[in-house]
């Protein structure tokens, strides 16, 4: 029998998040929060749940409080996995990309973890042995491909995987691993959104499949790795 776990999964209400929560429900014994500002879909995701173990959560990351997400976890002791999942992506060429997007960006796809790592810092610590999963791109990959378009969002997620590096190291004592799956293309609603046409070679069900085994047996294995999940090379 698989150990039972308290998630937390971010950007829950459509693609690989909603993918995600869905695998992860398939073990009763876990309890999952599924965080989206999206209230509607979060309740198909609920209905569509293969256990009765999965609580949404309608919640904003870029307008983060403390005492109204407290309220929804006050059930829980502990939190052993942290999916960072949310991200938000604009493509758009980077003389054309407003400042206003750059920091539309880095709200979601960075200052909002770092708001909900911290927040839920004492509940990690109740763990034995916590998870902290950050979903990453191949954007924000050293050395890999990059593309027009793609500036604010790539930064972001370089800065992501920078971040999962620092805290594994600081959360070392805490007995509190930190990794980071840089994604290549993944056919979800937003890479149709930036580039309508283009089909991705991983679906968000394989995907999902993947992340939600390395959320709960990965950290067994690694700590501070920015780990690229693609078919593509670099």
Not at 126 to 141: D, K, Y
Request: proline letters at 4%.
């Amino acid at each position: 029998m698989k150990k039972p776990l308290n998630i937390i999964v971010t950007g829950a209400s459509r693609g690989i998040g909603f993918d995600t929560v869905l695998e992860l429900s398939k073990n009763p014994n876990n309890q999952i929060y599924a965080l989206s500002r999206n209230a509607e879909k979060l309740q198909l995701l609920r209905q569509s749940a293969f256990s009765n173990n999965v609580q949404v959560i309608p919640f904003d990351l870029t307008d983060y409080d403390q005492k109204k997400f407290d309220q929804f976890l006050k059930l829980s002791n502990h939190i052993d996995v942290l999916i960072n999942n949310a991200g938000l992506l604009y493509s758009e060429p980077f003389e054309e990309l407003s400042l206003e997007k750059w920091k539309a960006i880095f709200e979601v796809n960075l200052f909002g973890i770092v708001q909900l790592i911290k927040g839920l810092l004492p509940k990690l610590k109740r763990s034995t042995a916590a998870h902290i999963l950050n979903i990453g791109s191949m954007g924000g990959f050293q050395g890999s491909s990059k593309f027009p378009g793609l500036s604010a969002y790539s930064a972001s997620k370089a800065a992501l995987a920078n971040l999962t590096e620092c805290l594994a190291q600081e959360f070392v004592d805490y007995n509190i691993k930190v990794n980071c799956l840089a994604l290549g293309a993944v056919q979800t609603e937003m890479l149709a959104e930036a580039f309508p046409g283009y089909q991705a070679p991983v679906s968000s069900l394989s995907m999902s499949s993947y992340i939600a085994w390395f959320a709960q047996k990965g950290h067994e294995f690694h700590n501070g790795k920015i780990i690229p999940v693609a078919l593509s090379t670099p």
